[in-house]
């Protein structure tokens, strides 16, 4: 019965993509539709983009390989935006830095050689001279950590921290250079310079050299992603009082360090420097830690960063500010008010969430509508309140996350390009980077409750996983969430060393409809971490075989 349940989910989904793909196989190469039709000769772009980050840049590449004549405008002087320069590539790079001390062999294969970034030098450097960074940062971790206990010592390892940043500059500058050869391959054409509106059609550019140019285009996507959100009475100054940037900067490992804000940077540039050494209090104005993440998941998942020592004080908010003195002296008090006392700090984070960017475009003069936090209304194909002016990523509404935006940026130039694009934000997967990592998709258990529907639940610990305890780091569990009456999986919440790799079968099975049966019964390889969505799977209509 609950087989029949998941085909018919099944079939289900996949006639909607179907049908999706159908829409688009007949717009193949004929351009439908435009908000203001294509350029043909001459020096007007048919799309123009502000911004080079992941929805700036991936859109470009997508416009120009669709047959648009495509400028990308971008302020920074090097392409991949927050997320390269300054985010997720940079800050993943210093999280292969390990876990744990009293957790053992994490898995280096999961690691991807994008993520590179940080160089540790190991005192017996014959060993490892000739590895990749990755290793070299997995091999620091297994000689501080567990080689020992498999037989394998050496008498000293140490960090080496400019050569870290140096080797994490390094990776961010191929990276963000290896864009641009791809705008060479796509001819996209690329202005360095700050971009604002001068109408609907032609947006100035202040080039980095320090002329001027107008740029003119049919259609214009507004892709200038977010800054961090400042807070009242603290004043970032990037040396004492820290955003992200200067986080992934330091120069020295601080003694202590407190971060305002338990959200995803929090926790991760926490627990970057929590492994190098720093005492770490993080202070957190909500009742919880990652207040999107599954609650039963996110207990489990605090536990285990207050196992590796970060400190929480939840419930708290930062009153003042006191950087007189060598350090940083914070005054807090309970969030509902109550008694304050003082935190010390070398170096204090504020991760408290980060703000839309559109400073200095113009939007103003052109009409372009926002709502009350500055976020750039859109409609379902991105355009703003301004025909031929679209927006995407960070800077309209929806999770702040590169992955999302680059999934905008394909969209909205399909729109534009007169094709049916699709993005689902209900499933777009969230990743905690720490380690564990956390990994969702979809509705969590409270969710699933609010909403109404009767559902099961399935679960799974890595403590039974076979390849997890092979490797010795088996913390963690697949959550599985799914319809009692049908079995469609609606939430897949995962705490394992491998999470965010683990999650995208999850994904895929939300995309297509799937039920938990269907995870159940695809055959998955053994040994793997991912037998353990299987089990979760069964677990969830069924019994699993090794609990
Ligand atoms: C520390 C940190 C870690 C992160 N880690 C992850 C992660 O692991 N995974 C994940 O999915 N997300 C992560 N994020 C979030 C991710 O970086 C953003 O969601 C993503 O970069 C948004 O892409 P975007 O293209 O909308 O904007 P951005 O990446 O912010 O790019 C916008 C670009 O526009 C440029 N610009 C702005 N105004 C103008 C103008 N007027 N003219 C010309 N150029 C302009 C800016 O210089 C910038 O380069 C992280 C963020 C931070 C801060
Ligand atoms: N792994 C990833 O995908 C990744 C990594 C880093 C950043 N990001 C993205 O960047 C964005 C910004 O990250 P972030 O961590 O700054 O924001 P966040 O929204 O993830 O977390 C901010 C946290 O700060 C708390 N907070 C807000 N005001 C506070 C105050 N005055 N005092 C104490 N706590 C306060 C909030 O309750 C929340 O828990 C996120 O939305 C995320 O999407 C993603």
């Given at each position: 019965m609950a087989m029949a349940m998941a085909s018919v989910a099944r079939r289900r989904a996949s006639g909607a993509l179907l049908a999706a793909r159908g829409a688009l196989a007949g717009g193949?190469?004929?351009?439908?539709?435009?908000?203001?039709?294509?350029?043909?000769?001459?020096?007007?772009?048919?799309?123009?983009?502000i911004g080079g980050g992941p929805?700036?840049?991936?859109?470009?590449?997508?416009?120009?390989?669709?047959?648009?004549?495509?400028?990308?405008?971008?302020?920074?002087?090097?392409?991949?935006?927050?997320?390269?320069?300054?985010?997720?590539?940079?800050?993943?790079?210093?999280?292969?830095?390990?876990?744990?001390?009293?957790?053992?062999?994490?898995?280096?294969?999961?690691?991807?050689?994008?993520?590179?970034?940080?160089?540790?030098?190991?005192?017996?450097?014959?060993?490892?001279?000739?590895s990749a960074l990755l290793h070299s940062s997995h091999m620091y971790h297994e000689a501080n950590h567990s080689f020992p206990s498999h037989g394998v010592k050496f008498s000293q390892v140490e960090v080496d921290l400019a050569a870290m940043m140096a080797q994490k500059d390094k990776a961010v500058s191929n990276l963000t250079r290896g864009?641009?050869?791809?705008?060479?391959?796509?001819?996209?054409?690329?202005?360095?310079?700050?971009?604002?509106?001068?109408?609907?059609?032609?947006?100035?550019?202040?080039?980095?050299?320090?002329?001027?140019?107008?740029?003119?285009?049919?259609?214009?996507i507004i892709a200038t992603g977010s800054d961090v959100k400042s807070l009242p009475g603290i004043t970032i100054d990037e040396k004492k009082i820290v955003s992200s940037t200067g986080a992934l900067s330091l120069s020295e490992i601080p003694k202590k360090l407190v971060v305002i804000g338990a959200g995803y940077i929090g926790l991760e540039m926490g627990s970057v420097w929590g492994r190098l050494g720093s005492e770490v209090t993080v202070v957190e104005f909500a009742p919880d830690i990652v207040p999107s993440m599954d609650s039963e998941v996110r207990k489990l998942f605090q536990r285990t960063l207050e196992k590796q020592k970060m400190k929480f004080m939840l419930k708290t908010k930062v009153v003042g500010v006191d950087t007189s003195g060598e350090g940083v002296k914070l005054t807090v008090e309970p969030?509902?008010?109550g008694e304050r006392s003082t935190l010390e700090a070398d170096v204090v984070l504020v991760s408290a969430g980060r703000t839309p960017y559109t400073a200095g475009l113009g939007l103003e003069d052109i009409g372009v509508k926002m709502d009350k936090v500055g976020r750039i209304i859109v409609d379902e194909r991105f355009t703003t309140s301004v025909p031929g002016v679209y927006a995407i990523g960070d800077v309209i509404p929806g999770p702040m996350l590169a992955h999302k935006a680059e999934e905008d940026g394909v969209a909205c130039v399909e729109f534009i390009a007169g094709k049916d694009g699709h993005v689902d934000y209900d499933l777009v997967p969230g990743v905690v980077y720490t380690h564990p990592e956390v990994a969702?998709?979809?509705?969590?258990?409270?969710?699933?409750?609010?909403?109404?529907?009767?559902?099961?639940?399935?679960?799974?610990?890595?403590?039974?996983?076979?390849?997890?305890?092979?490797?010795?780091?088996?913390?963690?569990?697949?959550?599985?969430?799914?319809?009692?009456?049908?079995?469609?999986?609606?939430?897949?919440?995962?705490?394992?060393?491998?999470?965010?790799?683990?999650?995208?079968?999850?994904?895929?099975?939300?995309?297509?409809?799937?039920?938990?049966?269907?995870?159940?019964?695809?055959c998955h390889a053994h040994p793997t971490m991912s037998e353990a969505v299987k089990e979760a799977a069964m677990a969830t209509y069924d019994k699993p075989i090794h609990i």
């Open positions: 193949s190469g004929v351009y439908l539709r435009s908000a203001r039709g294509f350029a043909s000769a001459g020096d007007e772009n048919d799309v123009i983009i929805g700036g840049y991936v859109a470009a590449i997508k416009a120009a390989q669709l047959g648009l004549k495509t400028t990308c405008i971008e302020k920074r002087g090097t392409l991949g935006g927050t997320c390269l320069n300054v985010g997720c590539i940079p800050s993943k790079a210093s999280t292969l830095l390990s876990s744990s001390p009293s957790s053992s062999i994490p898995v280096f294969s999961l690691f991807s050689p994008r993520d590179l970034g940080f160089c540790l030098v190991l005192l017996r450097q014959d060993l490892f001279l000739s864009i641009e050869g791809l705008f060479k391959k796509n001819k996209v054409n690329y202005v360095k310079g700050f971009g604002k509106f001068v109408s609907t059609s032609e947006v100035s550019v202040d080039t980095i050299e320090g002329g001027n140019t107008v740029v003119k285009g049919k259609n214009i969030a509902a008010g969702s998709v979809g509705k969590t258990e409270d969710q699933v409750k609010a909403s109404g529907v009767e559902y099961c639940v399935g679960k799974f610990p890595f403590m039974a996983n076979s390849r997890a305890k092979a490797i010795d780091d088996a913390e963690g569990v697949v959550k599985i969430l799914a319809e009692k009456e049908t079995d469609k999986i609606l939430g897949v919440h995962i705490m394992a060393p491998n999470a965010g790799e683990l999650i995208h079968e999850a994904v895929l099975a939300l995309q297509y409809g799937a039920a938990s049966e269907d995870i159940a019964r695809t």
